[in-house]
Nanobody
């Protein structure tokens, strides 16, 4: 099972953009579904976006039209492009891979949206 390493978080002003990356240590095809989750302080970890190997991407209602999940199979990398960021998007973001073997998490990357 591949391991996942996420990166790309940071501090950004409201209305700004960030792109998160998550690199798999081996073929990303070992996962059936790739996703991004986020967890704000004192809250549960929620799904932000997911992309199955076959089928359509899904998004949380709060990010539809602003966030885009994509996969580069050659680079074994999944991205989360985040545009028009809002203070309520502040959280630790985690990438996730789902397969028949179970669930694999990357380490979190902090996204802070503030003036």
């Amino acid at each position: 099972q591949a391991q996942l390493v996420g990166s790309g978080g940071g501090l950004v002003q409201p209305g700004g953009s960030l792109r998160l990356s998550c690199v798999a240590s081996s073929s990303i095809f070992s996962f059936d579904t790739m996703g991004w989750y986020r967890q704000a302080p004192g809250k549960q970890r929620d799904l932000v976006a997911s992309r199955p190997r076959w089928g359509s991407s899904r998004y949380a209602d709060s990010v539809k039209g602003r966030f885009t999940i994509s996969v580069d199979n050659f680079k074994n990398t999944v991205y989360l492009q985040m545009n028009d960021l809002k203070p309520e998007d502040t959280a630790v973001y985690y990438c996730n891979g789902q397969s028949t073997s179970g669930s694999t998490w990357g380490q979190g990357t902090q996204v802070t949206v503030s003036l």
